[in-house]
């Protein structure tokens, strides 16, 4: 089994999600990547998030894992991360990714609540959705969406 880190990107008010080329049309995921022999779950994280958009972690939070049987049996390490304070910029690695974007609370809110994400619009573009509910990076997702409502309540 091999293990995999994979992280939600935060910069305090959006959350950084990204695509392959291989995903379905339209959706966007947690970042994720393998760990390297000897690496820590933190050092993993890190690198990963360095390597594919250019980023550097400020604050780093263990949320839950998950046993993936696609497509060589991997355990799936999900994290939050924060990005350190004006360090947005994102550069996207064109070799690991073919997209990466920061998203609102809004559009994440929609993209969750979308029930047909296969349709195409009329413009032909495919609308911007989410990963599955079985998946752990749903999860993640909901988990930055609630803690993002419960800030901004007022106290």
């Known amino acids: 089994m091999a293990p995999v880190v994979i992280t939600l990107v935060s910069d305090g008010t959006r959350c950084l999600l990204a695509r392959q080329s291989s995903?379905?049309?339209g959706m966007y995921s947690a970042?994720?990547?393998?760990c390297d022999i000897g690496e820590s779950v933190e050092e993993a994280v890190r690198r990963e998030v360095a390597e594919e958009?250019?980023?550097e972690i400020e604050?780093?939070?263990y949320s839950a894992s998950q046993h993936w049987p696609f497509p060589n049996s991997s355990l799936m390490i999900a994290c939050h991360a924060t990005v350190k304070p004006g360090q947005t910029e994102i550069q996207?690695?064109?070799?690991?990714?073919?997209?990466?974007?920061?998203f609102s609370h809004d559009?994440?809110?929609?993209?969750?609540?979308?029930n047909d994400p296969h349709t195409q619009q009329q413009?032909?573009?495919?609308?911007?959705?989410?990963?599955?509910?079985?998946a752990i990076a749903n999860q993640l997702i909901k988990e930055w969406v609630e803690k993002s409502?419960?800030?901004s309540l007022p106290a």
């Open 23 to 25: 995903f379905p049309k």
């Open 123 to 134: 413009n032909g573009a495919f609308p911007f959705w989410l990963p599955p509910k079985l």
């Open 107 to 114: 559009e994440v809110i929609t993209a969750l609540k979308r």
């Open 53 to 55: 958009v250019g980023l």
């Open 59 to 61: 604050r780093l939070q």
């Open 149 to 151: 409502t419960c800030s």
């Open 92 to 102: 996207v690695n064109f070799r690991e990714l073919e997209a990466a974007a920061w």
């Open 31 to 34: 970042l994720a990547g393998f």
